[in-house]
């Protein structure tokens, strides 16, 4: 299998481009590990590669445009200075760390590589599910699979439990109120979903506010709906779940988490020892979903900045996401192929604090579903 790396000396696929057009010299700032920007982006403007967790205002003050991932906060603290700012790209599904009034307030364009690693996403949380079922020996058909937020990733992990015969079990009240869900498309109330699950997988983004707000979504009183025996897993996002109630229900649940409360720095290490499965956030991180958030966040970024050239970019040699039907079984064999899940676990187990060092540098898996 082909492996790439997630560093800022990521393969260089994109060719440069001869003709192109002049921006004044703009600048744009681009995290040291989005792969392919700043090499794409070079012809077209003084493109700078940046430790996204060390930037400063001083640094932004002239920028034209950041490109960037989940550790840079995008708040007024930082950006107050960047008079000169046009555009704010994140090459992440989420965006929990992007002040978006403040961007609509200056009127910034903000663009999220919404949908990017679903797929790699769906494969990490079914490589859950084979360890599960090969430690714990049953059968999908046997068990209640709950879906605990149902966008990109919680609708693809809905729709391939049901191909592998769970039955599924759907919460998303934003959806179901925007778009009139029920019981006959499989949507139930949140205090069903957990009594009736054996298996409860968190895919919600992570709001602080708001109607449905899901900072610390699952904390005791959500915990304690779940029967002995449940099994949770969180590639969401890690405050999603309260660490303290995890680690106070450890002993009667599994949990198989991807995502940490305080991460990177401020692990609950507890927490950590107890988990099942332990990986340092990279659910997510395919070759495809790589490709897919450069190329979603670079074509915004080629709009507003009027390049077009790189308006239907998209890196040379990656083969696009792609849907395919796989069976249980064949999913089962290959999958340990693809995610190396037990592995990254004792890794983090064994080096909990290298959790960015592991992120920067996870070699990329190659999504064959």
């Not at 002040?99 to 903000?110: H, I, K, M, N, T």
């Not at 305080?262 to 991180?285: C, F, M, Q, R, S």
Request: charged share 25%.
């Amino acid at each position: 299998m082909s492996r790439f790396y997630c560093t800022k000396s990521a393969p260089r696929v994109a060719k440069s481009h001869k003709k192109f057009v002049s921006l004044q010299i703009m600048k744009i700032l681009i995290d040291q590990f989005v792969p392919w920007a700043v090499e794409t982006l070079a012809p077209y403007a003084e493109a700078v590669s940046v430790d996204g967790r060390a930037l400063a205002p001083e640094a932004v003050a002239d920028a034209d445009a950041l490109i960037v991932r989940t550790r840079t906060k995008c708040n007024a603290s930082l950006l107050d200075g960047a008079h000169n700012l046009k555009f704010v790209g994140t090459a992440t599904i989420g965006y929990d760390h992007i002040d978006r009034d403040y961007l609509a307030s200056r009127g910034v364009r903000f663009t999220s590589a919404a949908g990017c690693n679903a797929r790699g996403v769906l494969q990490w949380v079914s490589a859950v599910l084979a360890h599960l079922s090969e430690v714990q020996g049953w059968t999908p058909q046997s068990k209640t699979l709950g879906v605990v937020g149902v966008g990109h990733v919680g609708s693809l992990v809905a729709e391939y439990g049901r191909r592998w015969g769970f039955r599924v079990l759907c919460s998303d009240p934003p959806r179901e109120r925007a778009e009139g869900l029920g019981e006959a498309e499989g949507f139930v109330p949140l205090e069903r979903l957990l009594k009736e699950s054996d298996i409860v997988t968190l895919h919600t983004p992570l709001l602080r506010e708001g109607g449905n707000p899901t900072l610390h979504l699952a904390d005791d009183a959500f915990l304690a709906q779940m029967r002995d025996g449940t099994t949770l897993i969180n590639a969401s996002r890690g405050e999603v779940a309260d660490s303290e109630a995890l680690l106070r229900h450890s002993g009667r649940l599994t949990l198989c988490l991807d995502v940490w409360e305080g991460e990177p720095d401020n692990l609950n290490l507890k927490l950590l020892e107890v988990a099942e499965v332990a990986t340092p956030h990279i659910a997510g991180y395919s070759l495809q979903g790589k490709a897919n958030a450069s190329a979603i966040v670079i074509r915004s970024l080629a709009h507003t900045l009027g390049i077009a050239e790189l308006k239907e970019w998209y890196p040379e040699g990656i083969r696009p996401s792609q849907a395919r039907e796989v069976s249980w079984g064949e999913m089962c064999a290959q999958i340990d192929d693809h995610c190396h899940l037990m592995e990254e676990t004792a890794r983090m187990k064994a080096n909990p604090f290298d959790l960015e060092d592991r992120r920067n540098t996870y070699p990329l898996r190659e999504e064959f579903f």
